[in-house]
């Protein structure tokens, strides 16, 4: 009688695996890394328009004359676009707040936020 069909067939199979968990970690890590990632652009996305407001404002600042009108709907265009970042940004980190095991505070932390005013 051959080892595989004998009384001995049960104890030489292997096992079924569920693989469901792991399915499912792979996938939360997955979509960890991309909320992350995305937080992380959104991030860097709002400290951009801080810097355009911050120019927009000096420039609209040193203005005379017939420039200064522009110059100020050129600060509140500026001005809304960070604070649609702000906003985009925000969303994002409250989907990732749960995410500090991945790093992402760890990695917001790393980037250069020049002088760190808005």
């Not at 995305?38 to 801080?50: D, G, N, V």
């Not at 000096?58 to 809304?80: I, M, Q, T």
């Not at 749960?98 to 932390?109: F, K, S």
């Amino acid at each position: 009688m051959d080892a595989m069909n004998g009384p001995g067939a049960q104890a030489c199979r292997i096992p079924e695996i569920d693989d469901s968990a792991m399915r499912l970690t792979l996938h939360l890590t997955w979509r960890s890394r991309t909320v992350a990632d995305a937080a992380l652009a959104a991030y860097s996305e709002w400290r951009s328009e801080c810097a355009a407001v911050r120019v927009s404002y000096r420039r609209w600042v040193g203005a005379r004359g017939e420039e200064e009108p522009s110059a100020f709907n050129d600060y509140r265009s500026a001005l809304d676009r960070e604070e649609r970042a702000a906003k985009h940004f925000a969303r994002l980190m409250r989907r990732a707040g749960h995410l500090a095991e991945t790093g992402i505070a760890l990695q917001l932390a790393r980037i250069q936020a020049g002088d760190g005013s808005c």
